[in-house]
């Protein structure tokens, strides 16, 4: 049972790269979302997709895109990567909006 | 409370001890509230989700209560283990037309044996 599963762990990027960070669930869940975990700070929702096919902003979407390419994955892009995003992303899915939610493992992103 | 707050940020109890923390949220458009569980170099995971006034919700040693009229919920450990040593996270989830599960910044429980 793989649950929700984020690629990469790890990464390190130059101030102005770009990456998509995967994220893969096998729980037939119709929503999906993304959080970035920063010391001191409570998760914070960047966006979420309700369903396949929508997509909405969360509390800090300034900075990144995503793409709901079905009902299984959904992707978070930094078009241009700036050191304020050096964070811990995690990739979340639930049966339905405000049901409990199951994480990935999270990815440690640092941006130089 | 515009926030979702939690306390203590810390605390650490002996193995055997009983412990209980407070989350506090906007009781105005409550629609539910989740507890979840992190574990060092692990991912939350869920306790409980609770929606009604006067919810309690059990699971082992850790059961949690709920009150939305005035905007808290408690989670109680009973007879703490070393293995309970985690940041509990409590979430409060506002109704509406935008998705909004606000969390709060956790509180981390060390257990001493």
Redesign the interface.
Known sequence: NAGVTQTPKFQVLKTGQSMTLQCAQDMNHNSMYWYRQDP??????IY?S?SEGTT?K??VPNGYNVSRLNKREFSLRLESAAPSQTSVY?CASSVT??????????TQLSVL | ILN?EQSPQSLHVQEGDSTNFTCSFPSSNF??L?W?RWETA?????LF?MTLNGDEKKKGRISATLNTKEGYSYLYIKGSQPEDSATY?C?S?SGGS?????????TLLTVNP
Do not use: C, Q, W
């Open positions: 001191g700070m409570g998760l914070r929702l979420y309700a909405d969360g509390e995690f909006i405000n049901e409990k939610l199951f994480f990935g493992s999270g | 979702v629609y539910a989740h979840y692990k991912s939350p995971e869920a989700v996270l979430a989830y935008n998705y909004k599960l606000t969390f709060g910044k956790g």
